[in-house]
């Protein structure tokens, strides 16, 4: 605890995310917080050094992006390829492409939700950092972190089924897929579902019962009107590999409904001198009255309906938080992300029970190389574009790329000002209020690895200054 009189507080790196970033809290003489900034202070630079390589590489490159969604980065990559060949994969491919998603969506929400939130959620905002991680957990309830290692290994081994690693795979190609899948595999899969699906109920159960002893603290934790952007299928039913946009405003009234490959006719984005990711926004309200939001939340608002059972009934809850309106709590992203992985797991039962799936009808060899081709998926935290310009032989001349968190960048921001104007009311300053401010970030599952890079471990310093910037106190702990 510090009662010292404050100018500036920083956080580096905010803790349990993918990636590294920084926030930035401004008090005035009385303690009260003046304006917090989130900043992406790293650079890599992607569709810079992609140009002048071959556009068939794009699959096997861009999955470097990052090691926790790399399957999204490859499909997304595969995608705008197909797109630029001219060449749709056969049914089967698609189903195997889609399988492969579905197992990403479950690690990823899976690890989120026990790994990374539940220290939070499971132990207090107030705990000690020392023990406020996946280590606490295990001490607290070893049963649970089994149960959450189980779930996220589930997913990784789809995704070494298919590609051959879990990490970084090699699966998808312009056209289709390079291998098909066996009946064994097709077991060993199947094997595992139940288990999964149990992990996930219960994960909804202790969310659900978080949030009904914590319900003060979610209706003032980054409660904020946007926009909510997702993909859908025919009917508004939730989809995650392939389908249709579908904009909202803050009232639940849609916006817009198009063809991916048109996003550029809705979609512009903004800079910002303090931080390297952009700010994508709607382009008809303009910058920032055009601000929307990705990923859980942002699909679940937009969504009707799901198409399997358990993860359907599980919606119709989720929409009668705010009677059928977009659900505007940060908080509730975990709960939302949970339902994600319900529909995942569910969906992975049903394309393995499709009698296409064991197909070896997998690859199209037709090319028509166009000049251009957009690639669109929904990551798990949110929406994802690849889109490539290319030279008559495939040689890429130009890369742009949307990436999920990237959308959520403004909300990110207004999250981390609004807990910070919200908790810290002072000249005390408590790390438990530090660690909310950090929890704002942390419940839009960010991937800042798709947009930073930093090599080995980094502290997170606090340094507390006095009015005229002399620093004063300064507190450090490693990156939990």
């Known amino acids: 605890m510090a009662t010292v009189t404050t100018q500036k507080i920083t956080i580096e790196p905010v803790t349990r995310i993918e990636g590294h970033a920084k926030i930035t809290i401004r008090l005035n003489e009385a303690g009260k917080v003046e304006r917090a900034y989130l900043h992406i202070n790293e650079f890599r630079g992607f569709e810079k050094f992609c140009e002048g390589r071959m556009a068939f590489e794009m699959p096997v490159i861009t999955p470097r992006i990052c090691g926790i969604c790399p399957v999204s980065h490859h499909l997304a990559a595969a995608k705008a390829c197909d797109d630029l060949y001219g060449c749709p994969p056969p049914r089967p491919a698609q189903l195997l492409r889609e399988l492969m998603h579905m197992g990403q969506v479950i690690q990823s929400h899976g690890m989120h939700f026990f790994e990374l939130a539940g220290p939070d959620l499971l132990l207090g905002f107030d705990a000690d950092p020392a023990t406020r991680n996946v280590v606490g957990l295990i001490q607290a309830n070893p049963n649970l972190a089994l149960r959450a290692v189980r779930l996220r290994k589930f997913g990784q081994e789809i995704i070494h089924i298919l590609g051959g690693r879990r990490v970084h795979p090699v699966f998808a190609v312009p056209g289709g897929v390079n291998k098909a899948l066996t009946c064994s595999e097709r077991d060993q899969i199947l094997a595992g579902l139940d288990d999964a699906i149990e992990t996930i109920q219960l994960g909804l159960k202790i969310f659900k019962d978080w949030a009904e002893a914590n319900q003060e603290d979610i209706n003032r934790f980054a409660v904020f009107s946007t926009g909510y952007f997702g993909m859908v299928k025919p009917g508004n039913t939730l989809e995650l590999y392939d389908g249709q946009l579908r904009l909202i405003d803050a009232n639940g009234q849609e916006l817009e409904y198009f063809d991916g490959r048109d996003y550029l006719n809705y979609i512009a984005e903004h800079v910002e001198p303090w931080s390297y990711l952009k700010f994508p926004y709607y382009k008809k309200m303009g910058w920032p009255a055009g601000v929307y939001r990705v990923g859980p939340l942002g699909r679940l608002n937009v969504a009707d309906r799901i198409a399997t059972p358990l993860a359907d009934a599980a919606l119709k809850e989720f929409k009668a938080l705010n009677n059928g309106k977009p659900v505007?709590?940060?908080?509730?992203?975990?709960?939302?992300?949970?339902?994600?992985?319900?529909?995942?797991?569910?969906?992975?039962?049903?394309?393995?029970?499709?009698?296409?799936?064991?197909?070896?009808?997998?690859?199209?060899?037709?090319?028509?190389?166009?000049?251009?081709?957009?690639?669109?998926?929904?990551?798990?935290?949110?929406?994802?574009?690849?889109?490539?310009?290319?030279?008559?032989?495939?040689?890429?001349?130009?890369?742009?790329?949307?990436?999920a968190t990237g959308h959520n960048n403004w909300a990110m921001s207004e999250a981390v000002d609004s807990v910070a104007k919200t908790y810290i009311t002072g000249p005390e300053i408590r790390e438990g209020l530090l660690n909310r401010v950090e929890a704002a970030v942390r419940a839009y599952d960010p991937c800042l690895s798709c947009s930073t890079h930093a090599v080995g471990q980094m502290p997170m310093v606090i340094e507390i200054l006095d009015a005229q910037g002399q620093v004063q106190q300064t507190l450090t702990r490693l990156h939990e």
């Open 328 to 403: 505007e709590q940060t908080l509730y992203y975990h709960y939302a992300r949970l339902i994600e992985a319900l529909y995942a797991a569910e969906n992975v039962r049903a394309l393995l029970d499709d009698p296409d799936i064991l197909s070896t009808d997998i690859l199209n060899t037709r090319q028509e190389i166009r000049g251009e081709g957009v690639g669109v998926i929904e990551a798990p935290r949110g929406t994802l574009f690849h889109h490539y310009w290319a030279k008559p032989n495939g040689q890429l001349e130009r890369v742009n790329l949307i990436v």
